[in-house]
Each structure stands twice: as C-alpha cells, then as structure tokens.
C-alpha cells in the first residue's frame, strides 16, 4: 500500500530535509544526473542552472564521477521547485527532471552499449536497469517484477529519489527505442521505497 504522501507534501521543503536527514556520506551517485537535471532548468536560463549549481555545491559535474546524493537532492528539488510554474506543477516538474536524466546516461559509453546490445527491445533494456542502477548509485536496491510480456514493475528500496524520477527517467529510455502507447505510473511505498508500474504497446521500426 502506497504511503498517504500527497504531491504537496512531496514537493514540500520539509520532505527534502527528511531525505537529507536519512542520508550518509557513503550515499553517492554519477553526475550525469547531476546534468540532466541541470539540462532540466536550462530552458528558463542561466540563473536557474546557476541556482541548481549552488545548491549542489559545484561549479559542474563530471558524467561518471560520484557526487553526495545529498547534493544531487538539493538539486533535483530546487530544480522542480524553478520548473513548476512553467511546467503545471511540481509533479510534472520533477517528473521532467527525471526524464532530462536519461539523454546523459544514453550518451555515456555505458550507455550507448545498452542500446547497441538492446536492439530497440524495450523488456531487454528494462531487465538492464537493476545492473544499471547498481553502477550508477551507491545505495540502495532495485528490482523488475514482469506482471505480462509488455508490463511490469520497477522496485526500488532504499533510493532516495522520488519516484517520480524513476518515472520520468523511464518514459526517456521508452522514448529513447521509439516505443509507443507507453504508460508510466508510481507511488512512493516505504521511507525510501519506491514503485513503479511500467506497459507499452510496440515499438517503431
């Protein structure tokens, strides 16, 4: 059963503290998220990317270096905080953040290969995510449960983003393989726990 955590509350400043409070120096992640995110903002200028720069505390991120996933929430929430007006609300705005994550990711080494091995075969590439997201965080567990040939669920626990990160992150990679009829849900589960239900209909040739 999903927590009673509305999307007021979620965008609320006292949820980000509470996300920071459970975190640990040891808690990190790649900074193509870090860049994805400040993509995100790039729309509304430089003082927004200027804006997310300082509240993660650099001047840039590096693609495949580890940064504090403190630093990375301080950005994703000013972020969607900037975005939500131009964006109809601070779900939509996260969500975007999340989407704007994946093109980084995609254009990595790493990332290309899983396209290459994936030949546009959307439940391959979904069944990499677990060993994707092991390289790219430190922290944390995420799983795919198939509940049909072309629907399922992506697990994670003990992840400190929103889900609406993964969402966003996962309508990118659907986009990425011209993947259609897609839908995209999820709910936050647990502290630090996330669910996200996943379905597509065909892919374009």
């Given at each position: 059963?999903?927590?009673?955590?509305?999307t007021k509350d979620l965008g609320a400043r006292q949820e980000l503290e509470r996300r920071l409070a459970l975190a640990t120096p040891s808690?990190?992640?790649r900074g193509f998220f870090f860049n994805g995110a400040l993509a995100a903002v790039r729309e509304l200028g430089d003082e927004a990317v200027k804006h997310c720069l300082e509240a993660g505390g650099e001047t840039s991120f590096t693609g495949f270096f580890r940064y504090p996933v403190t630093a990375y929430l301080r950005v994703i929430y000013t972020a969607a905080w900037l975005l939500q007006?131009?964006?109809g609300g601070f779900e939509a705005a996260m969500r975007h953040v999340g989407y704007m994550?994946?093109?980084p990711y995609l254009a990595s080494a790493v990332g290309r290969a899983l396209l290459l091995v994936n030949q546009k075969n959307p439940r391959l590439l979904i069944?990499?995510?677990p060993t994707a997201y092991r390289a790219a965080v430190s922290y944390g567990e995420c799983e795919i449960v198939w509940t049909g040939p072309q629907s399922g669920?992506?697990?994670t626990r003990h992840d400190f983003m929103p889900h609406l990160i993964h969402q966003g992150a996962l309508l990118a990679l659907f986009d990425?393989?011209?993947t259609r009829n897609v839908r995209v849900d999820g709910h936050q589960v647990g502290a630090l726990d996330n669910e996200v239900s996943f379905s597509w209909g065909e892919t374009r040739s």
């Open positions: 059963m999903a927590l009673n955590l509305d808690d990190t992640m007006e131009a964006r994550a994946a093109p069944n990499s995510q669920l992506l697990l990425a393989m011209g």
